[in-house]
């Protein structure tokens, strides 16, 4: 329990509890001033406009022609309030008030409530009881003249105890309704929490376990699609990419460890066999040393470009790119390599519009694409570079073969590093090409698939060719 009301959401519950307590106290308030505030007000414009009419009805008729209104009014039984004494003697001329009120003494002129006893009648007229009722009123002395001995003191007022009564039951009830709204208000931010707290805590979980190692824990997701259900998708979409990340060290450290342990070892051999040979042999050594630490750093390289692609920061700009541009380039320059190598390079484009992209990414993918097709397409005759629109927006990029192609079976094997088919063994390379091209597409956020190329009839000597695909999202702008 303690815990909940330690939360942030439990704290801002409480906030939102006493704003809003304090909306409906300012509103009460508004509304007590509208209805018995405003009562009040009336109560008091009626009790000075009967004192103002019998001043005028003192002065112009004398006190016999008062003494009879009051009487008069009295007999209507109703909730008014009247007391007429002469004084100095103090007898009481009129009214339907037995005893001067004590707080009429010191209020005079003034507006005063107090407390008055009436009798309580039977249905044929008998008094069965005494009433105490509330009452305000007002107290004013009339005199015939300044200089007359004789005045007169009225006391004028209204029977208010109904009202009053009303005031009193609705001021409990907005206490109650202010108690039950406080009491509601931390009853649900005490759930609201809880819940909250227990969605909190499998996020901690989770933590904790990746923290001890399991990198394979996720965050677990409700459906409700609220915001908490975003983060943890994006959060689990972040503990993916840390966990391929650090599949994908663990994979070139053992891939480095493997597959450059034996060129390290041809160079040492080479290197102690040639300190006991001749010159023209120690330059032999010394030349394939050299070539062997050109291959191994070129590994290094684009190991280091792939993690720098994966990693966001060799990702470079991202910016409206023209993929048209990008391969006519592109084959211009490979057009010379294609010739050396007997094949026909063919570009094919259409009106395509811009996407997305680091222009010098998606060079070195095409470059990659066509060095993949110059060694390994051997016995074809055609290299297709193609970019086009896609059909729901986007654009697609393209290089086709008429070579032998690649098995089904083998094509997603091709993209993990160091990975190399039986058939490419006896060509250069480290085996790194469509790691890194395969890189370059998550970072576009393009999908990257293989499909039989320009020789897709697998009929003579079972060729089927490769296209290699890269189709990119359209450009949000």
Known sequence: MLRILRTTSFRFTLIYVVLFSGAVAVLGAYLYSATFGEAANQTDTVIESEISQLADLFSSSGPGMLTRVIRQRTAWSDDSIYMLIGAPSGAVLAGNLTALPPEALTAEGDFFNFKFERPILDAAGRETGIQQREARGKVMRFRSSQEAEQSYLIVVARDVAGREFLRSRSQSVIMRIALVTIAFGVVIGLLFSRALLRRVEAVNKTARAIRG????????????????????????????????????????????????????????????????????????????????????????NALLSIARIQSGEGAGVMEATDLVAIVEEMAELYEPAAQDAGFDLVLITAPTPPVNGSRELVSQAVAN?????????????????????????????????????????????????????????????????????????????????????????????????????????????
């Open 213 to 300: 190692g399991d990198l394979s824990q996720r965050i677990p997701e409700t459906g409700a699609g609220d915001e908490l259900d975003n983060l943890s998708t994006n959060l689990n979409a972040m503990l993916d990419q840390i966990e391929r990340l650090m599949a994908g060290m663990r994979d070139v450290s053992d891939n480095i460890a493997h597959d450059l342990r034996s060129p390290l070892t041809r160079i040492r051999n080479r290197l102690t066999d040639a300190l006991e040979c001749d010159v023209a042999a120690k330059d032999k050594a010394l030349r394939a040393t050299i070539d062997d630490s050109e291959r191994m750093l070129a590994t290094f």
């Open 369 to 477: 694409f066509l060095d993949n097709a110059l060694k390994y397409a051997f016995g074809g005759k055609r290299i297709e570079l193609k970019v086009e629109p896609a059909k729901f927006g986007g654009a697609i990029l393209s290089v086709s073969d008429d070579g032998p192609g690649v098995d089904v079976k083998d094509r997603d094997r091709i993209l993990e590093r160091f990975v190399r088919l039986e058939g490419s063994r006896s060509t250069p390379g480290s085996g790194l090409g469509l790691s890194l091209v395969a890189a370059i597409a998550r970072a576009h956020g393009a999908t990257l698939r293989f499909e039989d190329g320009l020789a897709s009839e697998v009929s003579q000597g079972g060729k089927r060719g490769l296209r290699i695909v890269m189709e990119f999202p359209a450009f949000a702008g």
